[in-house]
């Protein structure tokens, strides 16, 4: 009997062995066994089980013993053939060399191996296109290699809303935000002698309107994008809901107030200016503040500037070379002169905004930003989808001398 045989007849035995171990172990339950019930092994059931691992180990080495002599009977088998005489198989007359031998003895082996010239070198053939096709498998004319998305979307670099969160925000019912303002107030307040008449003060209110301004955009949408793409819906609403934001961001900011435009901070008639001049820039934002103080009786919330106006601030240093603003290893806020600074390049590079936002600004919901799906005309029948996004909103400026402009900076 060959090895291989022998190993596999011992395999087979134990095998059998271990199997006739679990029967005697079997209840009525499919995922667990008595070992009380094994006569076979002799010891208690730790014994028994001892036992058990220990055949299932020999069963392991064994099977990979049987493996290994079959690998090599294999291989050998592969070599008796290439070393059979060609006369030996049948239909095949031959001189009695094996296949190995004759292609070594032959001229396209031998050609190479030399590195022959002449007619020899005409027969200088690589033995392996003997066995193997002309053409190279390559991964552009073969297979090619699978590549899947992570899943990342990179949005486009678009300016991100920059001021929204300055200002105080609240809702309306109406069209319109309608307030009055006190356009004349007259303190006639005086000191007055026993008897003597006093002196009337005076008060003149004007009704204001702000009217509700709607800023909306649509994507059009096939069934298609929708259902074979799962977070497409999400992200695109997403992306509708920031661009009005950013939009509304801008309004706030530079709106030219010709319908439907809302009026911007700076196109609101009756704010105060301030102009740099010969002035540091800083210098000219403080007198800003003083004058927002002063003429709008207001108390200054924050300052909107654009990012190189900050960089060009930041960056001030003494003749020694020391920041003004602390060293760049602070971690240091983006403030000035205590107010909080909005860095938005919506508006113009030179001009700063100083402002009372959270007592003289405001900015009003009718609705806010709604994302809803529906067809246009015939888009049902091409199996397409309208995405609509839309707002509401008015912006309110209470007392316009509550704002002041930097110019020149």
């Keep these: 009997m060959s090895p291989l045989a022998s190993k596999r007849e011992e395999l087979s035995t134990k095998q059998r062995r271990l199997q006739a171990i679990f029967a005697e172990a079997k209840t009525d339950n499919a995922s667990v066994i008595d070992l009380s019930q094994v006569t ?43 070393d059979t005489p060609i006369g030996g198989y049948p239909g095949i007359g031959g001189t009695g060399d094996s296949f190995g031998s004759l292609f070594t003895k032959s001229v396209a082996y031998t050609g190479r191996s030399r590195s022959a010239a002449g007619p020899v ?86 009704e204001r309107t702000s009217n509700v301004r709607k800023i909306a955009s649509f994507l059009p949408i ?101 920041y003004i603003l602390g060293s760049p290893a602070d971690v240091s806020p983006t403030r000035l002169w205590g107010l909080p600074v909005a860095v938005c390049d919506s508006g113009s590079i030179g001009t700063a905004v100083v402002a009372d936002f959270q007592n003289f600004t405001s900015l009003t919901w009718r609705r806010n930003v709604e994302v809803q799906v529906g067809y246009i005309n015939d888009d049902f029948q091409k199996g397409l989808k309208s995405l609509r996004a839309d707002m509401r909103a008015a912006f309110v400026v209470y007392r316009p001398t509550a704002i002041c402009t930097v110019s020149g900076l």
């Design 40 to 82: 076979s092994i002799a010891g208690s059931n730790e014994e028994k089980r001892r036992e058990i691992k220990r055949l299932n180990t020999e069963l392991d080495e064994l099977a990979q013993d049987v493996e290994l002599l079959a690998a090599q009977e294999s291989t050998k088998r592969l070599g008796d053939r290439l």
């Design 121 to 206: 070198a005409e027969l200088n053939i690589n033995p392996r296109s003997l066995f193997e096709t002309k053409a190279t498998m390559t991964t552009s004319a073969g297979w090619a290699p699978q590549a899947i998305r992570s899943g990342v979307v990179v949005p486009s670099a678009l300016r991100p809303v920059q001021i929204l969160d300055l200002l105080p925000q609240g809702e309306t019912q109406q069209a319109n935000v309608v307030y009055m303002e006190e356009t004349t107030a007259t303190n006639a307040a005086v000191e007055t002698s026993e008897g003597a008449a006093y002196a009337a003060d005076t008060f003149v209110f004007t």
């Design 222 to 322: 096939t069934d298609e994008q929708l259902d074979d793409v799962p977070q497409v819906q999400q992200y695109i609403d997403n992306r509708l809901i920031f661009f009005l934001r950013q939009r509304l961001d801008l309004q706030v900011l530079t709106g030219n107030g010709t319908p439907p435009n809302l009026t911007g901070l700076l196109n609101v008639a009756g704010i105060q200016t301030q102009a740099k001049g010969a002035d540091p820039g800083t210098d000219a934002i403080f007198k800003a503040i003083v004058k927002v103080q002063i003429t709008g009786r207001a108390f200054p919330s924050g300052i909107i500037l654009h990012p190189t106006d900050w960089q060009n601030i930041r960056l001030l240093r003494t003749a020694e070379g020391v």
